[in-house]
């Protein structure tokens, strides 16, 4: 492949964009020495300005769980834009949208509607504290809720010596310009763990608003919950008088159709959504039962956007959420399917050619990580054995061989109801092209 396109926007960016793009996951941090510039999407594919094609697994970090350009989501909005883009006032497709939410969630009564997933969190924890009047906010290494100053703490990989002890973890901030202030009232505990999260809540819980926690770890690979994790801590919850607050910005509407809630039979006391609930447009939702929603009624907890509810946005949502629906929830199960697949025949690659490649998954989302461990169970795993810079080189090989593997070294990969079994051959034949590549560059 050949790039000369991509380098040259590389240095035209680079005068007047940081980092020559808007995220600095989407930059030289991530590919070296500069990112691919995509031109078009179709389908499972991408194509980028100097005309090379890949199949995507990691569209647009979880965003499109029907791929990209959708003959159904380009037809609407094709016909929907001429009617105008935003107003400030109340849309029918707004009630269609949250109704059919409401069906698809048996966990939730009303929805209120936002842009991002980071918004949503923001929500979700200021009504936490509105509805108990109590000031801290519990929340687990390696989970990542957006970059609320509040919840921007102990998100990130680090050196395993600087974390603390496991029943004391040290609050590590993601980012300069924090005020200690901001996430003062942020308590930290190891995910994975029901005896460490009880003691928390022994010690804390009557200052405690609410425990927040992704169900899937989804910020280091892909970490799934140990058996019956979950629901012992709704359970602990209840019992301590502490809201649970699942963030489902990544696996919402995504590895089910009630998400994670679904799969473990969860009922949450708040529930918020992004990514793939939009399919490729900003949206994201507030939702829970009615007496924790009632909250913010009024601006009793407030809940202000110029932008809530994006007009464009909500038929891109009720097409996906019509589409996904038809056939018994066919989609999700197509995509749980793949991504099963794929993981299992990467773990069969790594095997053949040597490699201590291990991939997990839950269903559409799935992600190699280095590491000598038979399972990566927690953060303090992922931050000890992962080798970040030999996946970073895989994904790099992958990229070459025209299969676009996620550059962000710990976020995760992802199949959409596009994704067919020539894509899932080609993709695994060039995992072993270059996992062979890394065994004989390690040999030599």
Not at 192 to 210: M, P, T
Request: aromatic share 8%; charged share 20%; glycine share 10%.
């Amino acid at each position: 492949m050949q790039h000369k396109q991509s380098e040259g926007l590389f240095e035209r960016a680079m005068d007047v964009l940081v980092e020559g793009c808007s995220s600095a996951s989407r930059g030289p941090m991530n590919y070296k020495p500069f990112p691919p510039y995509i031109r078009k999407g179709q389908g499972s594919r991408v194509w980028d300005v100097d005309g090379n094609e890949y199949i995507d697994w990691q569209l647009s970090f979880g965003c499109l769980p029907m791929g990209h350009a959708h003959p159904k989501i380009v037809d609407v909005i094709q016909r929907e834009v001429a009617g105008g883009t935003h107003f400030a006032t109340a849309l029918e497709v707004e009630v269609e949208t949250a109704e059919l939410m409401v069906k698809m969630l048996p966990h939730v009564d009303k929805v209120r509607f936002a842009n991002t997933g980071t918004e949503a969190c923001m929500t979700g924890v200021r009504m936490a504290r509105g509805i108990t009047g109590k000031r801290k906010i519990l929340k687990f290494e390696g989970h990542y809720h957006g970059w609320y100053d509040g919840l921007l703490v102990s998100s990130n990989p680090q050196y395993v010596t600087s974390l603390g002890h496991p029943n004391d973890p040290v609050r590590i901030p993601d980012s300069s310009g924090l005020t200690p202030g901001s996430w003062e009232d942020t308590l930290v505990c190891v995910w994975n763990n029901v005896d460490a999260l009880e003691r928390v809540l022994r010690s804390n819980g009557h200052e405690i608003a609410c425990v927040v926690m992704e169900g899937v770890m989804s910020n280091m690979g892909v970490i799934p919950p140990k058996p019956g994790y979950l629901k012992a801590v709704e359970d602990l919850c209840k019992a301590f008088g502490v809201l649970f607050y699942l963030d489902e910005t990544v696996t919402g509407f995504r590895l089910a159709p009630g998400g994670v809630a679904e799969l473990y039979g969860l009922n949450p006391d708040i529930v918020t959504y992004g990514k793939a609930l939009g399919q490729g447009f900003p949206i994201a939702a507030i939702a829970g039962p009615d007496h924790i929603m009632e909250s913010i009624e009024y601006g009793k907890v407030l809940h202000y956007g110029s932008h809530n509810a994006p007009r464009l946005g909500l038929f891109a949502t009720k097409t996906m959420l019509e589409e996904m629906s038809r056939d018994n929830y066919a989609g999700y199960k197509k995509m749980s399917e793949i991504g099963d697949q794929m993981t299992k025949r990467l773990n069969q690659a790594a095997a053949d050619t040597g490699q201590n490649m291990r991939v997990q998954n839950i269903g559409s989302m799935f992600h190699p990580v280095f590491t000598d461990l038979d399972e990566v169970t927690n953060y303090r795993d992922f931050c000890q054995t992962v080798d970040l810079a030999k996946y970073a080189e895989f994904s790099q090989k992958m990229r070459d061989q025209g299969i676009f593997f996620s550059g962000n070294k710990i976020l995760h990969n992802l199949s959409c109801t596009e994704h067919t079994q020539a894509d899932i051959d080609a993709s695994i034949e060039a995992a072993g092209n270059a996992l062979e590549q890394m065994s004989k560059k390690t040999c030599g």
